[in-house]
Nanobody, 124 residues
Framework: QVQLVESGGGLVQAGGSLRLSCAAS????????MGWFRQAPGKEREFVAA????????YYSDSVKGRFTISRDNAKNMGYLQMNSLNADDTAVYYC?????????????????WGQGTQVTVSS
């Protein structure tokens, strides 16, 4: 149905920036809500951000609000997470997520489709 592949992770110093990309295969992606989650070692996977199918509505966790920006380009079947002012607490594997429900379902129940993750490491 939909396959998701993340890229753009890596090592960055505290205060720096990264942009993560989520490449989607499947002609229904443009109708799906999508979002980002992250998981650090020994911790639960947590919600980061979500955006509606049209890009008109976005939600963020309190910990990233004002620093991260979620966006998408449906013509390219791509989703993005721009991460600024990174700190050590942002170190985690970041996962792209998508599903057919309304945007709030990304946070509450999560979408059906997951990428395999990309590592983000912030050094101090």
């Amino acid at each position: 149905q939909v396959q998701l592949v993340e890229s753009g992770g890596g090592l960055v110093q505290a205060g720096g920036s990264l942009r993560l990309s989520c490449a989607a295969s499947g002609d229904t992606f443009r109708t799906y809500s999508m979002g980002w989650f992250r998981q650090a070692p020994g911790k639960e996977r947590e919600f980061v951000a979500a955006v509606s199918w049209s890009g008109s509505t976005a939600y963020y966790s309190d910990s990233v609000k004002g620093r991260f920006t979620i966006s998408r380009d449906n013509a390219k079947n791509m989703g993005y997470l721009q991460m600024n002012s990174l700190n050590a607490d942002d170190t985690a594997v970041y996962y792209c997520n998508a599903g057919p429900g309304a945007v709030w379902t990304i946070k509450t129940t999560r979408g059906q489709y997951w990428g395999q993750g990309t590592q983000v490491t912030v050094s101090s």
